[in-house]
């Protein structure tokens, strides 16, 4: 089993930023991908940021249109945590963020993940 654990939500001004954390311990995968998704009340996951990696190494990553430019999604592989750095934050960016992994390739699909972390609210005033 793999268990994730997010952090770094919190209350920030609109052009603010923000890093999430994503702290993954467990049993560790040689490959795999973790990805961020964000959920707005009433509404499902979405997807926000993926990041594939093999033999340690990120070689792939993928952003939603909406983030992309903005958010910057990385792995720091000695601790094995991911990040998800926000920047330009818009009121629009206020959800619930959620990481994710699995031991394949990344992809949009929420019910493609298999370990969840339990969520971090990001709220952007405007």
Same mark, same amino acid.
Do not use: H
């Given at each position: 089993?793999?268990?994730?654990?997010?952090?770094?939500?919190?209350?920030?001004? #609109?052009?603010? $930023?923000?890093?999430?954390?994503?702290?993954?311990?467990?049993?560790?995968?040689? $490959?795999?991908?973790?990805?961020? &998704?964000?959920? &707005? *009340?009433?509404?499902?996951?979405?997807?926000?940021?993926?990041?594939?990696?093999?033999?340690?190494?990120? /070689?792939?990553?993928? /952003?939603?249109?909406?983030?992309?430019?903005? &958010?910057?999604?990385?792995?720091?592989?000695?601790?094995?945590?991911? /990040?998800?750095?926000?920047?330009?934050?818009?009121?629009?960016?206020?959800?619930? /963020?959620?990481?994710? #992994?699995? *031991?394949?390739?990344?992809?949009?699909?929420?019910?493609?993940?298999?370990?969840?972390?339990?969520?971090?609210?990001?709220?952007?005033?405007?």
């Amino acid at each position: 089993q793999v268990q994730l654990v997010d952090s770094g939500g919190g209350l920030v001004q #609109a052009g603010g $930023s923000l890093r999430l954390s994503c702290a993954a311990s467990g049993r560790t995968f040689r $490959s795999g991908a973790m990805a961020w &998704f964000r959920q &707005f *009340p009433g509404a499902e996951r979405e997807f926000v940021a993926g990041l594939s990696w093999g033999g340690g190494r990120p /070689y792939y990553a993928d /952003y939603a249109d909406s983030v992309k430019g903005r &958010f910057t999604i990385s792995r720091d592989n000695a601790k094995n945590t991911g /990040y998800l750095q926000m920047n330009s934050l818009k009121a629009e960016d206020t959800a619930v /963020y959620y990481c994710a #992994a699995r *031991p394949d390739t990344v992809v949009r699909g929420a019910t493609e993940y298999n370990y969840w972390g339990q969520g971090t609210q990001v709220t952007v005033s405007s």
